[in-house]
């Protein structure tokens, strides 16, 4: 496992943008597929966004296609989500989350974001 920290979470208004980061402690990222998952009041949590170990291609909820992106960063120990276009129906805790193999088995503690209309 690894140790995940998110940041970047903040209120901000529809339209707005937002780049989260999820950043590894003595670990680099680039041998781990990636994922961003969110959690709204009420709500189970959902996937957002992924990008694979192997070739860098990524993968989307319907809902965010087009305005979210998930890259990493060249320190390689960092993957960062990029929020463009937010909706109110956007605002959760975003938590990021390692697969070494198969299933995602690492997670942050999560950082929030809200969205008002």
């Known amino acids: 496992q690894v140790l995940l920290v998110e940041s970047g979470g903040r209120s901000v208004q529809a339209g707005g943008s937002l780049r989260l980061s999820c950043a590894a402690s003595?670990?680099?990222?680039?041998?781990?597929?990636m994922g961003w998952f969110r959690q709204a009041p009420g709500k189970e949590r959902e996937f957002v966004a992924a990008?694979?170990?192997?070739?860098?291609?990524?993968n989307y909820a319907d809902s965010v296609k087009g305005r979210f992106t998930i890259s990493r960063g060249n320190t390689k120990n960092t993957v960062y989500l990029q929020m463009n276009s937010l909706k109110p129906e956007d605002t959760a805790v975003y938590y990021c989350?390692?697969?070494?193999?198969?299933?995602?088995?690492?997670w942050g503690q999560g950082t929030r974001v809200t969205v008002s209309s």
């Open positions: 989350a390692a697969a070494w193999a198969g299933s995602y088995d690492s």
């Open positions: 003595g670990r680099t990222l680039s041998s781990y597929t």
């Open positions: 990008i694979r170990r192997s070739g860098g291609s990524t």
